[in-house]
């Protein structure tokens, strides 16, 4: 017992204010709560910001299909005007069908609340957000999504059949040209003879 006295005394008064500051604070860290004696007290500080947000949504379907018949078409025409690859046919498969960016207002609020036992206080802030789309109305009166940006199909692969697809050099130009365009990578094109 006279070590544990000695050691006592060797310690700085600053030491022992933090050794008796962390042994209360493990006391009403440890000490069992009554819910009947907790009184809760909420004060909401709506904060709200009216943001704007964007969410996405998947394009219109047979609108998409006809994009991609289109862009096919497109690229038929273009090749088979090209010297040396004579008749072609063209598919094209996509990644995603496109997006339609749609515009939102975000609602965001802020709160403080504070919970009260026996000679204690806490206070937790919280915080909540609501999204809303925004709608307008078309000329017969219905409501639709506002679309700030409509992004394009993104194409997985092409398929070029050609004539003169018989020829590297020919084979080489449609390769380059479907990179060109569509911004696909050489490895997802591929080129073949046609019969």
């Known amino acids: 017992m006279g070590k544990w ?24 860290i440890a000490a069992p709560t009554d819910d009947s004696a907790t009184r809760t007290q909420s004060q909401t500080e709506p904060q709200i910001k009216a943001q704007q947000g964007t969410d996405t949504a998947s394009a219109f379907s047979d609108s998409e299909k006809d994009r991609v ?9 273009i090749l088979s005007q090209v010297e040396g690859i004579g008749k072609t ?3 094209l498969t996509l990644k995603s069908d496109g ?8 609602e965001q609020s802020q709160g403080k609340e504070e919970n009260q036992e026996e000679n204690a206080a806490a206070v937790s802030d919280q915080a909540s957000s609501s ?6 109305r078309d000329a017969q009166g219905n409501e639709l999504p506002y679309v700030t940006e409509e992004l394009e199909p993104e194409i997985a692969g092409v398929l070029v059949i050609a004539q003169g ?7 080489s130009e449609i390769t380059e040209a479907v990179m060109a365009l569509f911004g696909v990578e050489a490895h997802k094109i591929k080129v073949m003879k046609m019969e």
């Open 5 to 28: 006295m000695d050691k006592i005394k060797s310690f700085k008064k600053e030491q022992i204010l933090i050794l008796l500051l962390c042994g209360v604070l493990l006391l009403v």
């Open 69 to 77: 018949q289109q862009l096919e078409s497109r690229l038929k025409a």
């Open 89 to 91: 046919e063209v598919m």
């Open 99 to 106: 997006r339609r960016i749609i515009e939102k207002d975000i």
């Open 131 to 136: 999204e809303n789309t925004v709608y307008q």
């Open 165 to 171: 697809a018989g020829d590297a050099s020919v084979i």
